[in-house]
Nanobody, 116 residues
Framework: QVQLVESGGGLVQAGDSLTLSCAAS???????LGWFRQTPGKEREFVAR????????SYLDSVKGRFTISRDNVNYTVTLQMNSLKPEDTAVYYC??????????WGQGTQVTVSS
């Protein structure tokens, strides 16, 4: 089992950048890691994923070219670099970890608000 704690959220203006970090309580090298987001009244939405084996990444279409997910297996962290932020990126962002196709462990979330 692993516990996840997100940080780095905040209020920024459109076009700004923000870096979200997620600290894990245990070794993360065996987990697929991901970032999701949710706005009130909507389902949680996949944002980015990085595999545990090859380090390959995948992204929500609307964030491709703007967001970058990375992992640091030595320091037990996963990061989401967000550039050229848009108001529609406003959400609570969650990091997640899983051993197979599903994500089994979730953080508490961090709020990102992008003003126009």
């Amino acid at each position: 089992q692993v516990q996840l704690v997100e940080s780095g959220g905040g209020l920024v203006q459109a076009g700004d950048s923000l870096t979200l970090s997620c600290a894990a309580s245990a070794r993360i090298s065996r987990y697929n890691l991901g970032w999701f987001r949710q706005t009130p009244g909507k389902e949680r939405e996949f944002v980015a994923r990085i595999s545990r084996t090859t380090g390959s990444t995948s992204y929500l279409d609307s964030v491709k070219g703007r967001f970058t997910i990375s992992r640091d297996n030595v320091n037990y962290t996963v990061t989401l670099q967000m550039n050229s932020l848009k108001p529609e990126d406003t959400a609570v962002y969650y990091c997640a970890a899983g051993l197979s196709g599903n994500f089994d462990y979730w953080g508490q979330g961090t709020q990102v608000t992008v003003s126009s």
